[in-house]
């Protein structure tokens, strides 16, 4: 089975800046993951998917509201994938999740496991 814990989240001015950490651990985590991604959900609103990267290769994909300001990158040496968000705005203010899964994709659906999520709160 596979853990996900988030951390980095907090209250930041319009334009500033962020940095979510998402730690994996599991006995059998090599064998069930091959995507994490980043979701996030405001207050009335649906989940949805922010970004991507897999497990092996390295390849990322990001929804078209942060293409240019979140780089999702990884470090597998110590199970860490994190989420770097420049130039925050008000819109950015949510809950965001860690997700891994095999299937992957823009979905819910598509992942497996689920942190318990941090809030990022962008004051204007």
């Known amino acids: 089975q596979v853990q996900l814990v988030e951390s980095g989240g907090g209250l930041v001015q319009a334009g500033g800046s962020l940095r979510l950490s998402c730690v994996a651990s599991g006995r059998t985590f090599s064998n069930y993951v091959r995507v994490m991604a980043w979701f996030r959900q405001a207050p009335g609103k649906e989940r949805e998917f922010v970004a991507s990267i897999t497990s092996r290769g390295g390849s990322t994909y990001s929804t078209d509201s942060v293409k240019g300001r979140f780089t999702i990158d990884r470090d597998n040496a110590k199970n860490t994938v994190f989420l770097q968000m420049n130039s925050l705005k008000p819109e950015d203010t949510a809950v965001y999740y860690c997700?891994?899964?095999?299937?992957?994709?823009?979905?819910?659906?598509?992942?497996?496991?689920w942190g318990q999520g941090t809030q990022v709160t962008v004051s204007s």
């Open positions: 997700a891994a899964g095999y299937v992957g994709g823009l979905q819910n659906s598509g992942y497996d496991y």
